[in-house]
């Protein structure tokens, strides 16, 4: 029997929790994967986050998910309409599988369903960031066709 994904939005009662655990994630992948300070990447992380969901879930355009598997919490999913290059595009800003459900095809399964939710909005783009660090991530989306465009990239002299 094949299992079934689906998206449930986040309930305002875990809001909290949740947006504290991605301002938190976030900062720590700039720490580790954009070699960015570790005060300099909580500022930021912070910034950003209240910067896009100045309204938290009412904040228009935006949906946050709970990635479901046969009744069960698996993982996340926080999508946005966005205008990017003169076009509106889903944004995704975060995907995510709970650690113990990775490596089993559920990350490129919600990846599958951010395009289904993208076409039911009539958006024909997806656009995404990902750390260039994250190997992970990056095969995973350059296996369902998706285009790295930029990679930033420094060093230390000291």
Do not use: C
């Not at 595009?89 to 990775?102: A, F, H, K, P």
């Amino acid at each position: 029997m094949e299992s079934t994904l689906r998206l449930q939005p986040l309930r305002d009662d875990e809001y909290d929790g949740w947006y504290n655990y991605v301002r938190d994630e976030f900062a720590k992948s700039l720490i580790e994967l954009a070699d960015t300070p570790v005060d300099a990447a909580r500022a930021r992380a912070e910034q950003v986050m209240a910067d896009v969901l100045p309204e938290g879930l009412a904040t228009p355009g935006h949906s946050v998910s709970v990635v479901e598997r046969d009744g069960e919490r698996i993982g996340m999913l926080w999508l946005a309409e966005r205008e990017m290059d003169g076009r509106q595009v889903l944004y995704i800003y975060d995907v995510e599988i709970e650690e113990t459900y990775r490596g089993q095809g559920l990350g490129r399964a919600a990846m599958l369903l951010a395009e289904d939710e993208a076409r039911s909005r009539g958006l024909s783009r997806i656009e995404l960031n990902v750390f260039g660090g994250n190997a992970v991530a990056r095969k995973l989306y350059l296996s369902l066709g998706y285009v790295e465009r930029a990679i930033s990239m420094g060093k230390d002299l000291g």
